[in-house]
């Protein structure tokens, strides 16, 4: 799959349903993707999502690894709210 930009918007569809069926294990994969090419939304995103065991495992060493990621840049957990 090819990151596109939409990732975290095409993340949270899947996240909420919206637009398309709710399926949690691809909004992880699509946050994921978008997280791995740099994107700080989909590090916020991805984070909550592994701390809260949703859409897969619950991990929240790996949790704090990306919140600390897109927190390095420049995304404020405000920011989402």
């Given at each position: 799959?090819?990151?596109?930009?939409h990732?975290?918007a095409f993340?949270?569809c899947?996240?909420?349903?919206v637009?398309?069926?709710?399926?949690?294990?691809?909004?992880?994969?699509l946050f994921?993707?978008?997280?791995e090419?740099?994107?700080?939304?989909a590090?916020?995103h991805?984070g909550?999502?592994?701390?809260?065991?949703?859409?897969?495992?619950?991990?929240?060493?790996?949790a704090q690894?990306?919140?600390q990621?897109?927190?390095?840049?420049?995304?404020?957990?405000?920011?989402?709210q």
């Amino acid at each position: 799959m090819v990151y596109d930009g939409h990732g975290p918007a095409f993340g949270r569809c899947d996240l909420v349903g919206v637009g398309v069926a709710k399926y949690e294990p691809r909004a992880v994969e699509l946050f994921k993707l978008a997280a791995e090419q740099g994107n700080p939304e989909a590090q916020y995103h991805l984070g909550l999502m592994l701390e809260h065991g949703i859409g897969g495992r619950q991990d929240r060493i790996e949790a704090q690894k990306y919140f600390q990621i897109a927190e390095a840049h420049g995304f404020k957990k405000h920011q989402d709210q």
